[in-house]
């Protein structure tokens, strides 16, 4: 086997050329403007490769936790390689604006907004049509070809990861046996912490001070009835506010809180990574905002869109695992957690007896 011939670099080196160049108008830094997109699809693909994998782990009922571990190892490598191709913005920023104006009209109506590759990254994540924010849906299939709207319709029938983690955590046992309901005991300390906080509030505070403290307090129990209310939930998840069932909500939040249980240690860090991807991508996209609005100032993007604005409305709405975030205002410390039965805590330290040898 022979190293070009095995990566195919002839076909992959005569791969950019120059429109600026075709029209005989060279513009020296389209060059770099196609090898970062092209690189950009490359790791787009590797991306997807992994993510498949990790579907396919998922899909398994039960999934084994050998299983977990090789989930975990992909996930973490598409984190790294969204890292890399974050880096890629402040290369492509080596650019000025009038290097880029110098061939930005030949690519008119082209824009990285027709990426099939990152919608379909997108949409098996778990971010679909329905999913997304409003201004986005507009344009989401518009700018497409036709064969490319096939192809992201196609994808939007397919399983995404957040429906499978949804199902997966569902099924997570540990939270309630026979003998003890963990959120029974949860929901007691969190009333002790609330009562507690009542009573400091009201030593320390008076007139309009107490009544403005009151109130925050107030709003903090009604944040912990969404938790424990199954129709609060409901009317959540139908204004858009939530995405996961509250079953899934609960296991994950089990998980947070007993991190430090040997079971529960790759659940934790398949949590982590694919909260890291989703602020990634948050990133990626914020950074590409503030390059499209340094490059373009208030023009309209070559895909049509409003440029720097559309991509500043995208980056904070369409996320993925924001559920899992939220996650973080039930916390509690270590030190009042409700204690574990006995048996429970055998079963989640992969408790082994020499006497079954």
């Given at each position: 086997?022979?190293?070009?011939?095995y990566l195919?670099?002839?076909?992959?080196l005569?791969?950019?050329?120059?429109e600026?160049?075709?029209?005989?108008?060279y513009?020296?830094?389209e060059?770099?403007?196609?090898?970062v997109?092209q690189a950009y699809e490359?790791?787009f693909k590797?991306?997807?490769?992994e993510?498949d994998?990790?579907?396919?782990?998922?899909k398994?009922?039960?999934?084994e936790?050998k299983?977990?571990f090789?989930a975990?190892?992909?996930?973490?490598?598409?984190?790294?390689?969204?890292?890399l191709?974050l880096e890629?913005?402040?290369?492509?920023?080596?650019?000025?604006?009038?290097?880029?104006?110098?061939?930005?009209?030949?690519?008119?109506p082209?824009?990285?907004?027709q990426?099939?590759q990152?919608r379909?990254?997108?949409?098996?994540?778990?971010l679909?049509?329905?999913r997304?924010?409003?201004v986005?849906?507009?344009?989401?299939?518009?700018r497409l070809?036709?064969?490319?709207?096939?192809?992201?319709?196609?994808?939007e029938?397919?399983e995404?990861?957040?429906?499978?983690?949804?199902?997966?955590l569902?099924?997570?046992?540990f939270?309630k046996?026979q003998?003890?309901d963990f959120?029974?005991?949860y929901q007691?300390?969190?009333?002790?912490l609330?009562?507690?906080?009542e009573?400091i509030?009201?030593?320390?505070?008076?007139?309009?001070e107490l009544k403005?403290?009151?109130k925050?307090l107030?709003s903090t129990?009604?944040?912990?009835?969404?938790l424990?209310d199954e129709d609060?939930?409901?009317?959540?998840?139908?204004?858009?506010?939530?995405r996961?069932?509250?079953?899934?909500l609960?296991?994950?939040?089990?998980?947070l809180?007993?991190?430090?249980e040997?079971i529960?240690y790759?659940?934790f860090?398949?949590?982590?990574h694919?909260m890291n991807?989703?602020?990634?991508?948050t990133t990626?996209?914020?950074?590409h905002?503030?390059?499209?609005?340094?490059m373009?100032?208030?023009k309209?993007?070559t895909g049509?869109?409003s440029?720097?604005?559309?991509?500043?409305?995208?980056t904070s709405?369409?996320?993925?695992?924001?559920?899992?975030?939220?996650?973080?205002?039930f916390?509690i410390p270590?030190?009042?957690?409700p204690k574990?039965?006995?048996h429970l805590?055998k079963k989640?330290?992969?408790?082994?007896?020499?006497?079954?040898?």
């Amino acid at each position: 086997m022979y190293y070009g011939d095995y990566l195919k670099l002839d076909q992959l080196l005569s791969a950019q050329q120059l429109e600026s160049e075709k029209k005989g108008r060279y513009a020296h830094d389209e060059m770099l403007f196609i090898v970062v997109h092209q690189a950009y699809e490359l790791w787009f693909k590797q991306m997807l490769h992994e993510i498949d994998s990790i579907i396919d782990v998922f899909k398994q009922n039960p999934v084994e936790e050998k299983h977990l571990f090789t989930a975990n190892s992909r996930l973490d490598r598409v984190v790294k390689i969204q890292k890399l191709i974050l880096e890629q913005i402040d290369i492509m920023e080596t650019m000025t604006p009038m290097d880029f104006l110098e061939f930005r009209d030949l690519l008119v109506p082209a824009s990285g907004f027709q990426s099939v590759q990152f919608r379909e990254l997108e949409i098996k994540l778990g971010l679909s049509t329905k999913r997304r924010f409003q201004v986005d849906q507009k344009y989401f299939t518009g700018r497409l070809s036709e064969d490319d709207q096939n192809k992201v319709h196609s994808y939007e029938k397919t399983e995404n990861i957040l429906d499978l983690l949804e199902a997966w955590l569902e099924r997570i046992p540990f939270v309630k046996t026979q003998d003890f309901d963990f959120w029974q005991e949860y929901q007691k300390v969190i009333d002790d912490l609330i009562t507690t906080d009542e009573d400091i509030i009201k030593a320390h505070n008076q007139g309009d001070e107490l009544k403005a403290e009151l109130k925050r307090l107030e709003s903090t129990k009604q944040t912990f009835a969404s938790l424990f209310d199954e129709d609060i939930h409901q009317q959540m998840l139908e204004k858009g506010d939530r995405r996961m069932s509250r079953e899934a909500l609960l296991s994950a939040l089990f998980i947070l809180l007993y991190r430090d249980e040997p079971i529960l240690y790759q659940p934790f860090e398949l949590l982590t990574h694919l909260m890291n991807i989703d602020e990634q991508i948050t990133t990626w996209r914020y950074k590409h905002a503030m390059m499209a609005h340094r490059m373009l100032g208030s023009k309209i993007g070559t895909g049509g869109s409003s440029g720097h604005q559309y991509l500043k409305n995208t980056t904070s709405h369409n996320r993925v695992f924001i559920d899992l975030f939220n996650l973080s205002t039930f916390l509690i410390p270590r030190s009042k957690l409700p204690k574990l039965p006995e048996h429970l805590i055998k079963k989640l330290n992969y408790h082994f007896n020499h006497e079954d040898l």
